[in-house]
């Protein structure tokens, strides 16, 4: 039972560029989330799912993309990355949206 | 503007002694209050969890307390140890978990 896998671990990015974060999960769990930790901010909520092709905007959601074609993955796309997008960001998975499993985070650094 | 705030920043406690964070939120529409630990490297980590239609829940040394009324809610940790030493979010919401910026906490042996 792994539970929530995040890849890649660590990326460097050039402005512009884009990527995609990779979460997979194997709790069977209906709710997914990403969030971003910056330091003296907490986490920030991105993008939620509330299932297999529901999506919803979260606090900061400009300059990101997701989709939810299974229950399994919830993959975020970052479209053109710029600097103020270097964080580290954590994939969740919840079962009823309550305690949220996180993953171990992908520590992005763009330059 | 942040939805959870979450006080204090940072807080020493000696071994043995009471650790207190207090949260406070805005939206009256939230229904759940968990509490996450957080290592170094680590993602962070359920510990306790609380609902508005009850305002204490203990597990082990760990308590929240919640005022609805107030809008707030705190923990305490009791007989701190140095492996509590961790950053600590509050969180609160419904389907969607919005954090307060967290309290990094060191316990002193």
């Given at each position: 039972n792994a539970g929530v896998t995040q890849t890649p671990k660590f990326q460097v990015l050039k402005t512009g560029q884009s990527m995609t974060l990779q979460c997979a999960q194997?709790?069977?769990?209906?709710y997914m989330s990403w969030y971003r930790q910056d330091p003296g901010m907490g986490l920030r909520l991105i993008h939620y799912s509330v299932g297999a092709g529901i999506t919803d905007q979260g606090e900061v959601p400009n300059g990101y993309n997701v989709s939810r074609s299974t229950t399994e993955d919830f993959p975020l796309r970052l479209l053109s990355a710029a600097p103020s997008q270097t964080s580290v960001y954590f994939c969740a998975s919840s079962y009823e949206g309550l305690g949220y499993t996180f993953g171990s985070g992908t520590r992005l650094t763009v330059v | 503007q942040q939805q959870v705030k979450q006080s204090p920043q940072s807080l020493i406690v000696q071994k043995g002694g009471i650790s207190i964070i207090n949260c406070a939120y805005e939206n009256t529409a939230f229904d759940y209050f968990p509490w996450y630990q957080q290592f170094p490297g680590k993602g962070p980590a359920l510990l306790i969890a609380i609902r508005p239609d009850v305002s204490e829940k203990k597990e082990g040394r760990f308590t929240i307390s919640f005022n609805k009324s107030a809008k707030q809610f705190s923990l305490h940790i009791m007989d701190s140890q140095p492996g509590d030493s961790a950053t600590y979010f509050c969180a609160a919401g419904n389907n969607d978990m919005r954090f307060g910026a967290g309290t990094r906490l060191t316990v002193k042996p």
């Open positions: 194997d709790m069977n769990h209906e | -």
